[in-house]
């Protein structure tokens, strides 16, 4: 016995008459007979009771067109299920990320997300840049939200995302609190604290390519802080910091946050999307894509 053995007797129940069935399911009247009889002599029962008038259906019949109908729409189910999964539509995915981009546009990003795949469970990963990039060598982390630019990790595909505004935090009562943005050589000879956690790394080479000269170099404390300690390090009078606009929303700390000017414009932070090329997960697609068509879930608000 197979599905099409259950459809058939499914159909006769339905309609009354193997002949009707027959030309529902657009076959020959005694191909339905056969399968039929073949379904009653395996399980050495009859189904339906025949007559001139049709066929109906006996109360053995009954109960095993209840428990067809249920199989063929479990099979139908697991077909469509199996469909969406091989799609993209339906599965799992992690995705990993700094501590610092756990809130803003990525938490955005992730809720939308959420929102168009309801059936897709999307795992977020707070780690490292080394943990990160050793997640998805191992294929524990499925995507990475990096700092950088694609290229920056040429083992793995990159997608370019939207940037982040770079801001500085300075006490309430700095001298350029009050300036709607901050060029950088007005940050000469400033203290900076800046965190041994990601992307603390990076904000040092960032500062140091806009500050350092043959002379002199910045003078940046690294601290082995999280950023709102650091933050909190700067209300108190111990340095400034540079961030990422993420933590323009920390406000009650006593200070503030402005945007820095290079001369040419804003100073921008760009953010990448990497996966290794031999993922096989379905949902990696689905979720690059996703990204790559709502951009604007990265940019600022």
């Given amino acids: 016995m197979d ?6 007797i499914i159909a006769s129940a339905r309609n009354g008459s193997f002949s009707a069935a027959a030309q529902e399911l657009n076959v020959r009247q005694p191909i339905v007979s056969k399968r039929v ?14 007559s001139k008038s049709g066929a109906s259906l ?14 063929i729409e479990d099979t139908e189910r697991l ?24 809130t803003g546009s990525l938490r955005a990003a992730l809720h939308n997300f959420r929102k168009c795949y309801r059936e897709i469970d999307i795992e977020p990963f707070e780690a490292p840049y080394t943990e990160l990039a050793a997640g998805l060598h191992a294929g524990r982390i499925d995507v990475a939200i990096l700092l950088g630019d694609p290229g920056r990790c040429d083992i793995f595909n990159s997608l370019a995302m939207r940037s982040e505004l770079l801001v500085v935090a300075l006490p309430k009562d700095h001298p350029l609190a009050d300036r709607p943005f901050v060029y950088w050589p007005e940050l000469k000879g400033e203290r900076f604290l800046v965190s ?40 108190s009078g111990e340095g400034i910091s540079l961030q990422c606009e993420t933590a ?36 990696v697609k689905t979720f690059i894509d996703f990204i790559d068509s709502s951009t604007d879930s990265f940019e600022s608000h």
């Fill in 58 to 71: 006996t109360a053995a019949g009954e109960a095993f067109v209840v428990i067809a109908q249920r199989i």
């Fill in 248 to 283: 323009a929303g920390l406000t009650d700390l006593g200070i503030v946050f402005k945007p820095v000017h290079d001369g040419n414009g804003l100073t921008r932070l760009g953010y990448m999307a990497c996966w290794k090329p031999t993922n096989t997960n379905p949902v």
């Fill in 3 to 8: 599905l099409r053995h259950l459809r058939y």
């Fill in 196 to 235: 041994h956690h990601d992307p603390g790394p990076d904000i040092r080479i960032i500062l140091e390519r806009y500050l350092a000269a043959p002379s002199d170099h910045p003078e940046i404390l690294m601290r082995s802080l999280s950023r709102e300690s650091i933050l909190s390090e700067v209300g």
């Fill in 79 to 102: 077909g469509e299920q199996t469909k969406a999964s091989g799609a993209g539509r339906v599965g799992r995915i992690v995705v990993g990320f700094y501590m610092s981009l756990s």
């Fill in 37 to 50: 009889k073949e379904v009653e002599d395996e399980f050495g029962v009859c189904l339906f009771d025949r």
